[in-house]
């Protein structure tokens, strides 16, 4: 009797005796064999599975987590600052929320902010040192420039114009005081 190459199954020639012990030992080879590549196949499919779920958390956490789009510091100024949102690509994002905080050389640190780019450029919207402008662009740049504004004196706000058309903020310090520094940081969420 011979063996076959790989796993040692027994080949009977035509003139020999099968018995049965030696049946059943080949197949207990072949069983053993075909769970091991079966074994394989689970922890492959086991590992694609898991790799897809990797990418979705990843794109889940992405979409769910905000982003800085940009910071800018300004430095003194007697004039204010210009807080330009042209370069947000609206359609990139669901929620953006523009921080801005300003410094003046009086004890209060007041600053005005006003709309720039709308049809109520010269009406004041707030008075404080802190602002934030939360927006629901929803991916889409068509919709007006709106959201809420908060601040000393919370509100809901709208530069009566569109996301395309605004260009952003201007931050004017009061009569008697000079702007020393403000920053403004832009959010946003996918």
Request: charged share 25%; with cysteine; glycine share 4%.
């Amino acid at each position: 009797m011979d063996k076959t190459k790989y796993y040692q199954l027994n080949q009977w020639a035509a003139g020999d005796k099968v018995q049965r012990i030696d049946f059943n030992a080949d197949n207990a080879k072949i069983d053993a064999a075909i769970k091991a590549v079966d074994a394989k196949a689970d922890t492959r499919a086991s590992q694609t599975a898991l790799d897809a779920l990797l990418q979705r958390t990843a794109a889940l956490e992405d979409k769910a987590a905000l982003h800085t789009i940009k910071t800018v510091s300004y430095p003194q100024s007697k004039t204010g600052a210009a807080i330009s949102l042209e370069d947000v690509d609206w359609a990139r994002w669901r929620i953006v929320v523009t921080v801005i905080r300003a410094e003046t050389d009086s004890a209060s640190g007041t600053c005005r902010l006003f709309s720039w780019g709308g049809i109520r450029d010269s009406e004041p919207i707030s008075d404080s040192k802190d602002f934030v402008f939360v927006q629901f662009p929803m991916c889409r740049s068509d919709l007006p420039f709106m959201g809420v504004l908060l601040s000393n004196n919370s509100t809901v706000f709208t530069f009566g114009t569109s996301l395309q058309t605004a260009k952003g903020f201007r931050l004017v310090p009061l009569s008697t005081q000079t702007l020393l520094r403000a920053t403004a940081t832009v959010y946003g969420m996918r």
